[in-house]
């Protein structure tokens, strides 16, 4: 009876032990913080319970949408690190442009906007980017790299490449410009996407997010890209949050 007794009790202490909860591993880490305007501009990676990362963004105090430059040219850029574990994403770091007065095509995006580029390659890679590549970088990727309705006008931006748009969007076919998708690509690949979104849009506190049209193959696989982007207020935090979400490894 005693080695009876004994037996249910490590057996009973086993069940105990099965139905222990695993610790979650999710966390938001942190990456870099800009002075924007009068406010502050942050980049962060949100992980989920397993640690795969699963959104990753710029965060933007309320002050951040008053005080900004008033240059019309060239827009004022910060350029944010992304924290270590962002390794895993496709992502290397985030420029985010002000534009005072909007930037061509002319009466379509020349409205006041910001352009945050999530970008796949090094600022090094971005700066070797020159107007002398406007004839060599302008390659036109196979039909698996570049998403459904998109199409890459020529045109280099220096430091940028060149700039994928919705043929679908609705600021081409007559409607005002606030929010739309761009992705980016020097020589045939693909080199970041681009949530680009005016002051004005921002500042009706929305509550916005879409799939995003994606392409069937990346220049770069066994990393995590977005399959959708965020743009939110938080009224509690009083803070505007724009993220790339929904990383899937590809």
Known sequence: MAMLAAGLALGTTACEEDTTEPTSLAKTIMGDTADVGNGKAMSWLKLDDAGKPTSIGITFTEAAMEGLPTTPFPPTEWVLTLPAEASVTAYNHIGLDWNAQGHEPTSIYTIPHFDMHFYQITPAERAAITPADSLTGYIQPGADYIAKDYIIPPGIVPGMGFHAVDSTAHELHGSTFDKT????????????????????????????????????????????????????????????????DGLTMR
């Not at 004005?200 to 959708?228: I, M």
């Not at 982007?229 to 009224?235: F, G, L, M």
Request: hydrophobic share 35%; no cysteine; net charge positive.
């Open 181 to 244: 998708f761009i992705y980016g690509y020097f020589k045939g690949n693909m080199i970041f996407g681009e949530p680009m979104i005016t002051r004005a849009y921002l500042l009706t506190k929305p509550d916005f997010s879409e799939t995003l049209k994606v392409p069937a193959k990346y220049p770069v696989t066994g990393k995590y890209y977005a399959t959708k982007y965020s743009i939110k207020y938080d009224a509690a935090k009083k803070e505007y949050v724009v993220s790339l």
